[in-house]
């Protein structure tokens, strides 16, 4: 039973544009909500995280928003670069993230010229 | 700042055959996961350990033993590979103390074929 469900697969956005990476979740428990890049050939590494107290995050060029009765959340990149092609995941914890964290599938990002 | 730190890198097995791939952290956290990434699928929890002396099952640990050695030592064994393992595996650590953050660090991947 797949808990966090990630949409698209793969995405390509041209230099310029915003990626949209949707998730959406199952399990009410869920209060900690971070998103991970992953770089070929590296490990993921942590890129931004929101709690359900707050409908929106943001840093730098990176959104999460986050809508608690939908049970949905999603990264918006804005201003997308090359440099931003990776994998991204996005991931679910109960707990304050206290809990071990259930991943999505993941979504290539490519960011084209 | 070493971090996360999993070896080896990359590892041919034959079926049948066992191996014990080491991951080590620097970070006193108190909390480590090893987890396997297949095309597709994400990142799946094999095994993980909240702390020094303690080990859980995580989604997918059929295959697998693992052995938290010490605070910074986590092992995972595959005592007979089948080419279903055939994986990127990373290991993981979390300081686990709401003080020090939620934030889970991996290490850079062991590559692994089973043939």
């Known amino acids: 039973q797949q808990q966090v469900k990630q949409s698209p697969q793969s995405l390509i956005v041209q230099k310029g544009g915003i990626s949209i990476i949707n998730c959406a979740y199952e399990?009410?428990?869920?209060?900690?909500f971070p998103w991970y890049q992953q770089f070929p050939g590296k490990g993921p590494a942590l890129l931004i995280a929101?709690?359900?107290?707050?409908s929106e995050k943001k840093e730098g060029r990176f959104t999460i928003s986050f809508n608690k009765s939908a049970k949905q959340f999603s990264l918006h990149i804005m201003d997308s670069q090359p440099g931003d092609s990776a994998t991204y995941f996005c991931a679910a914890s109960a707990n304050f993230g206290n809990e071990k964290l259930t991943f999505g599938t993941g979504t290539r990002l490519t960011i084209i010229p | 700042n070493a971090g996360v730190t999993q070896t080896p890198k990359f590892q041919v097995l034959k079926t049948g055959q066992s191996m014990t791939l080491q991951c080590a952290q620097d970070m006193n956290h108190n909390s480590m996961y090893w987890y396997r990434q297949d095309p597709g699928m994400g990142l799946r929890l094999i095994y993980y350990?909240?702390?020094?002396?303690?080990?859980d099952k995580g989604e997918v640990p059929n295959g697998y033993n693992v052995s938290r050695l010490n605070k910074r030592e986590f092992s995972l064994r595959l005592e007979s590979a089948a080419p279903s393992q055939t994986s990127v595996y990373f290991c993981?650590?979390?300081?686990?103390?709401?003080?020090?953050?939620?934030?889970?660090?991996f290490g850079e991947g062991s590559w692994l074929t089973v043939v």
């Open positions: 929101i709690r359900p107290d707050v």
């Open positions: 399990n009410t428990a869920f209060d900690y």
């Open positions: 993981a650590s979390r300081a686990s103390d709401r003080g020090s953050g939620n934030t889970i660090y």
């Open positions: 350990s909240a702390s020094e002396g303690t080990t």
